[in-house]
């Protein structure tokens, strides 16, 4: 760049006096050349400085890189760190053992009681087939009842009917909030 800005201005310069004279244009844009040159030198310079003053920055950062700062830790420091880590990995692994003994004796000492104390299994639902005045059943629900289980309970008694058949029966009946002792009315086949 700098040999091209001082070829430019010898050749500038040595372009004869009579030339420029002649035309005022062309001595104008000469100047206007000139001042260009001018500032990218000046730019060019600026540049430099700041690319001195980067690698001064750079050498002083590689500088402390190389320098061991306060929180260096010696061989000795390693091994006393690794030494402690192995023995609170120790402490946990015999913890965890402790736990999973207790875990396995509670485990045994729950299905002992859980066999002894079986629960009774449910009955199946009571159908009462008495017939109401609009061809149907009235039925009580009992523990456990979800429509399907009654439909499917008077289906085994040749009574063919379905949940959405129970559902149109009983109209604001909530399949999901059957009560035990609520009584619902089951259509009578058609």
Known sequence: MKRISI?????LLATPAIVRAQDAATEERFNKLAAQIEVLIESKDAQNK???E???AVEAL???MNKPGPDFASQ???KLLADKIREVDQKRQEDNDRILDGIKKEL???SVAAARAST???SP???DPTPLPDKGYEYMVQSGDTLSVIAAAYREKNIKVSVTQILKANPGLDEKRLRVGQKIFIPAPQ
């Open 120 to 122: 009774p299994r449910p």
């Open 62 to 64: 590689q500088q402390q």
């Open 50 to 52: 700041k690319i001195e």
């Open 125 to 127: 639902p009571v159908i």
């Open 7 to 11: 070829f430019l201005a010898f050749a």
């Open 54 to 56: 980067l690698a001064r």
């Open 108 to 110: 045994k000492n729950f």
């Open 76 to 78: 000795q420091d390693v």
